[in-house]
């Protein structure tokens, strides 16, 4: 299992490294997207340098967690078409680890490796900013809340590709809908709207992130308890589903198509 | 050592009789007006070190087969057992099995011979060292040494498939599964690749072979199954079909120079047919050993006629899995 890993992280870090332009042009477009927000941002409140800064903070945060879980969200989907295309997909079924783990595996492996790149980004967010976010190490659990649910929506996602396989339209219109759903503070919800905000997938961790990290909060136990809830239920429901689809793939003979 | 022949005999019981079985296999696709039969009662079973030829047009229904064989491909009904276990119930079932499928290159493009090679060993339970070393030496085998930092997507078709069947051989499999290995192989690499499968059968490997170029099954495989619109028409050692086929088949003689007349007329009454510079003599259907001996007195005969012509070409007329193929086919 630790060589498993091991593979998968090299298998990664390779495929992704052999073109360092394709890693350097994603940390240009990734921070050049948010230069634009930021001015748009800047723009429309009117305001500039102090009292921005919160605010700024917060639109830091919540653009980082976008392009986390956008990844995420896309890198099982995609990658599970590249591969059918390629003709790898196959192969990875015939593993006698079962697909299960060696998805996991790659999980890991290639979350790694976006989370330094994020780091990378975040570093020259800050340095074009100045924005002064926190990195209290109680982040940690709403993070991992976050991956969970957003693991969660990956492998539900990737259950379609497996079994409509086009799903290029579904993802597209995710980002949108993503993004527009952390641009709100849905943390302030009250009422039925914050019933809401707690089943949607995501939001009940991103909103206790952007409280530690830009609003110098500390963790409500309570809003993680339902983040933990959150991430484990999606967790559960996303991989359940990917081994039906896996199934559903293997009764039309199209495991391999695309 | 008396340590070494303990461990061969512990070998010889654990050896299961046969490395693949497979029973009445059956699968549909689609639903209603749509549904299609593409596999009906497919059985197949291959002992260790057996090399099966599984051939059939296009669309009768051997890459279905082979993958649910593998897993791939879940039957409507019937069942798969390799060394003892499901592959559809155990992933374990697959530790022992290698496949080189269909059309597909099976290659991460992005990574380098050896890492192909490296990252699938260790897919297939391989501890990673092992996997490099073993990987090393599959690479001189297959002439790809000096190609082993070059990124996949950069080498020829042919280099690539290759590779694709150096790394279903990495794990030192029991059961090869080769879905048209040789497709786009130039000559060359189609030889190697020939002497590679035997070489595999001849460590104890069972092999399960499509293909469509018949002189490769004929050189290659010990037992044929042709399979027509999803059944098994014929299943039988390769020698035998060709045998069976080859019955009622006639000698051919070539000599150098014009047969003169008095010669063509004296074979010509032995019931032969005689051309310019060639006889071919086809003897009544041999139903017994003593038609056999007619047979073989008349040839002689035509030879001590021939005597002292230059015989250029003296050969008999063997049906070969290309004539058979196509007659059981098209029937
Ligand atoms: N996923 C699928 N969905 C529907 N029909 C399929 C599917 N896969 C194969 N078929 C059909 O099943 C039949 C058998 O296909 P299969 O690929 O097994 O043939 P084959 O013997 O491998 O042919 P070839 O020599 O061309 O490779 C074909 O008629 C094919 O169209
Ligand atoms: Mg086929």
């Given amino acids: 299992m630790i060589d498993l890993f091991i593979g998968e992280f090299k298998r990664t870090w390779v495929q992704t ?33 102090g009292a921005f800064g919160d605010r700024l903070d917060a639109i830091v945060v919540g653009y980082v967690i976008w392009t986390l879980v956008v990844y995420i969200v896309n890198d099982i989907a995609t990658n599970l078409q590249m591969e059918a295309r390629t003709g790898t997909l196959e192969q990875v079924f015939l593993s006698p680890f079962g697909a299960p783990k060696v998805f ?13 790149l994020i780091l990378a980004v975040l570093a020259i967010i800050i340095a074009m900013t100045g924005s002064q976010i926190a990195f209290p190490p ?60 707690n089943v949607l997938p995501i939001l009940p961790s991103t909103g206790l992130l952007r409280d530690l990290m ?30 039906w689809a896996e199934g559903q793939a293997k009764r039309q003979g199209t495991l391999g198509s695309y | 050592m008396p340590s070494v022949s303990h461990s061969l005999s512990a070998d010889l019981r654990s050896l299961p009789r046969f490395a693949l079985v497979s029973e009445a296999l059956n699968k549909s696709y689609g639903r209603g007006k749509q549904r299609f039969e593409a596999v009906r009662d497919v059985s197949l079973k291959i002992a260790p070190g057996e090399v099966l030829a599984f051939l059939g047009p296009n669309g009768a229904g051997k890459t279905t087969t082979i993958k649910m064989i593998a897993g791939l491909i879940r039957p409507d009904a019937g069942k798969v057992e390799i060394a003892g276990k499901d592959p559809h119930r155990n992933p374990q079932a697959l530790q022992g099995v290698g496949a080189v499928l269909e059309g597909n290159r099976n290659l991460y493009w992005r990574l380098t011979p050896l890492e192909n090679l490296e990252y699938f060993g260790v897919l297939r339970q391989m501890p990673r060292k092992l996997a490099k070393s073993r990987g090393m030496d599959l690479l001189k085998t297959f002439g790809l040494v000096e190609r082993r ?3 996949v997507q950069k080498l020829s078709r042919g280099m690539q498939q ?74 039988q050692p390769t020698q035998a079909l060709i045998r069976q086929f080859s019955k009622d088949a006639g000698y051919y003689i070539e000599i150098e120079g014009r047969l003169d007349t008095s010669r063509r007329e004296a074979i010509a009454s032995l019931g032969a047919t005689v051309g310019d510079s060639y006889i071919s003599y ?12 007619l047979a073989s007195a008349t040839l002689y005969k035509i030879l001590s006629i021939l005597d002292p012509l230059p015989i250029v070409e003296i050969r008999q007329e063997r049906a070969n899995l290309t004539d058979i193929f196509l007659q059981l086919v098209k029937q």
């Fill in chain 1, 17 to 49: 490294l052999r073109y360092p332009s394709e890693v350097i042009g994603g940390v240009v477009i990734l921070t050049a997207v948010f230069y634009g927000i930021f001015v748009g941002a800047q723009y429309m409140t009117g305001s500039s340098g």
């Fill in chain 1, 104 to 116: 996991l595996a790659r999980a890991i492996a290639s979350l790694t490796l976006r989370l330094l």
């Fill in chain 1, 138 to 197: 109680m982040l940690l659990l709403p993070l991992i809340t976050l991956l969970l649910s957003a693991y969660g929506l990956a492998f539900f996602i990737g259950s379609f590709a497996l079994v409509l396989k086009k799903v290029q339209q579904v993802l597209s219109m995710f980002q949108f809908v993503l993004f527009f759903l952390l641009a709100t503070p849905t943390e302030d919800w009250t009422g039925p709207a914050r019933l809401v905000a």
């Fill in chain 1, 214 to 243: 830009a609003r110098n909060q500390s963790l409500d136990w309570d809003r993680w308890a339902i983040a933990l809830l959150n991430g484990v239920i999606y967790f559960t429901i996303g991989t359940l589903l990917f081994r």
């Fill in chain 2, 149 to 151: 930092n070059v990124a």
């Fill in chain 2, 162 to 235: 290759k590779i694709a069947i150096a790394v279903a051989l990495i794990h030192q499999p029991h059961l090869l599964l080769l879905d048209e290995p040789t497709l786009g192989l130039d000559v060359e690499a189609g030889e190697t690749v020939k002497q590679l499968v035997r070489q595999v059968a001849e460590s104890g490997c069972a092999i399960l072979l499509t293909t469509h170029q018949l002189s490769v099954a004929e050189s290659l495989s010990d037992r044929v199954a042709i399979i027509r619109e999803g059944r098994i028409i014929t299943e």
């Fill in chain 2, 282 to 293: 086809y003897p009544e259907a041999a139903a017994s050993d003593s038609d056999k001996r």
